[in-house]
């Protein structure tokens, strides 16, 4: 079967196919179909069905080219898996809507189908949990759309906060005063929020209180009203310390919760106060909980990969812990006959 693709420009071209020709190998490679282009149109030779998922992969990467997206290989392989899945048809409305703009007038977009949903449903409610891998943009997003809130003056306030839990180092042999302890484990949200604020304009809201970034103990006692509240890291709270963070929120504020359950740094007879809230609230109406998955890693492609492995570990060990169970149960089944 042989197609061709109609473009508009070289420039397009240029871009939809990449540095060394890099994006259409990878879909040659992956669909095992032949791409040429002859100016500015494009030529698709294979099997009927692995020609027509190669059409509609590069339609959806030109659309994405069209609005001015760089494509490369985590954008290839993103529409590529979508393709498979049979969602091109949704592809089209990625990246349409604007969260906010950073201070460099880069507009923030949802890239994924799965970052998508998890934005509409900040939109759509009063506490949402964004649940997912590193890399999927759950911080961000969040931070995105709390400036957003704020530029709009749906909020007055911006808080965000995280649980200073330990991965394997101790605070007390930190250095400096305890505020100085905490701020690396701040320093992702002092990082997006410079980045959509600019460093002044940050820093100016930061000294009039409108902008508040503190470890979640600081958070008791308090009632939160017309504020847009993030707690990161959330897999690292206890379950106490998450009911004290939800009965935090006050009139007209909006939260977000975001967590990793594979990455979890407690000490192994503490449950993680997001899984213990993935049961408790799951019915509550207000309530909205976003599951996000390698699928909507945006960083280096490598990390998909990383996710991966470390998803099918996880999963070898469930299962060998099943059977271990299986056997055992067997077992006392057998010595209690005799």
């Not at 990467?61 to 498979?84: D, H, K, P, T």
């Not at 304009?201 to 308090?222: D, H, S, T, W």
Request: charged share 30%; glycine share 8%.
């Amino acid at each position: 079967m042989e197609r061709m693709i109609e473009t508009e420009s070289m420039e397009l071209v240029m871009n939809l196919f990449g540095s060394f020709d890099a994006n259409v190998k990878l879909i040659e490679k992956e669909l095992q179909v032949s791409i040429i282009n002859r100016g500015t149109e494009i030529k698709v030779t294979g099997e009927p069905n692995q020609a027509e998922k190669a059409i509609s992969a590069m339609n959806s990467l030109i659309s994405m080219a069209r609005r001015g997206e760089n494509i490369g290989e985590q954008e290839v392989r993103y529409v590529l898996s979508q393709v498979e899945a049979g969602n091109q048809d949704q592809l089209e409305e990625l990246g349409k809507d604007v969260i906010c703009i950073t201070a460099r007038g880069v507009p923030v977009k949802a890239k994924t189908l799965g970052q998508k949903q998890y934005v509409q449903k900040i939109e759509e409610n009063s506490i949402v949990f964004g649940i997912g891998p590193a890399g999927t943009g759950k911080t961000y997003l969040a931070v995105a759309a709390a400036v957003a809130a704020f530029k709009r003056r749906e909020v007055d306030r911006i808080i965000l906060t995280r649980p200073a839990i330990e991965a394997g180092e101790s605070l007390g042999f930190l250095p400096g005063d305890m505020q100085e302890k905490v701020d690396p484990y701040l320093r992702p949200l002092y990082d997006a929020l410079g980045e959509m604020l600019g460093f002044e304009v940050f820093q100016k809201n930061l000294e009039r209180g409108l902008i508040e970034v503190a470890p979640l103990a600081y958070m008791r006692g308090r009632t939160l009203d017309n504020a847009f509240i993030i707690l990161d890291e959330a897999q690292n709270t206890t379950p106490e310390q998450m009911k004290m963070f939800l009965t935090r929120m006050g009139f007209s504020s909006r939260i977000a919760v975001t967590g990793d359950i594979t990455q979890i740094d407690l000490p192994r007879d503490k449950r993680s106060g997001l899984k213990d809230a993935e049961i408790v609230l799951k019915n509550v109406e207000g309530i909205a909980f976003v599951y996000l998955d390698e699928r909507d890693v945006v960083r280096h492609p490598l990390v998909q990969r990383i996710v991966k492995a470390y998803e099918r570990r996880e999963t070898e060990r469930e299962r060998a812990q099943k059977n271990r169970q299986r056997r055992e149960n067997a077992r006392s089944e057998k010595d209690g006959r005799q």
